[in-house]
């Protein structure tokens, strides 16, 4: 009886042990579990905060960028605006030194005077006529893409209105 008791005692013992070890490796295993949680958890926090810190920086470069582009196209129209300026400021066109009529009539004494000047890719005919007087010149210009242009005193006319008032 004794050892039947001594028995029982070491089997209750050991189930105690046993318990024991078993809520001993619970305890381990819900700390574990928990302790991969918080990990886990700071892990995310990590991640979603370098995550905003780079869409930060990208809207960051992005801001940069587009102020850059409207400063480069606000600072090319500027430059564009003064040069229209200075080119509207500008003289027209030097119109050379004016010739006199006395030397006008000079040159071109004969009633019509016929002049061809072969420019780099283009043929210039200056038609000049004196009638009484009065001193107009026509210009017939010819390129070489074969465009042909007519002009009565350095004003724009017709390739008829040209024949008809120089073939007189």
């Known amino acids: 009886m004794i050892e039947e008791e001594r028995r029982k005692a070491d089997e209750i013992a ?3 042990e046993v318990e024991r070890q078993r809520n001993e490796a619970k305890r381990i295993s819900e700390e574990e579990t928990k302790q991969r949680e918080e990990a886990r958890k700071i892990e995310q926090e990590r991640i979603s905060i370098e995550t ?18 409207k400063r480069r196209e606000d600072e090319l129209k500027r430059e564009a605006n003064i040069r229209k300026l200075k080119a509207m400021n500008q003289p027209v066109v030097d119109k050379g030194t004016p010739i006199t009529a006395e030397d006008l009539a000079e040159t071109y004494g004969s009633e019509r005077t016929v002049e061809k ?5 283009i043929l210039l005919t ?5 009638v009484d007087g009065v001193i107009t ?5 010819e390129h070489d893409n074969g465009s042909t242009y007519h002009f009565k005193n350095g004003e724009f006319i017709t390739a008829w209105q040209y024949r008809e008032e120089t073939n007189k």
């Open 137 to 141: 010149f026509y210009a017939r210009v």
């Open 117 to 121: 000047v072969q420019l780099h890719k």
């Open 126 to 130: 200056r038609t000049v006529t004196n």
């Open 52 to 69: 905003e810190r780079v869409r930060l920086k990208e809207e960051q470069i992005r801001k940069q960028l587009l102020e850059e582009r």
């Open 14 to 16: 050991h189930q105690t």
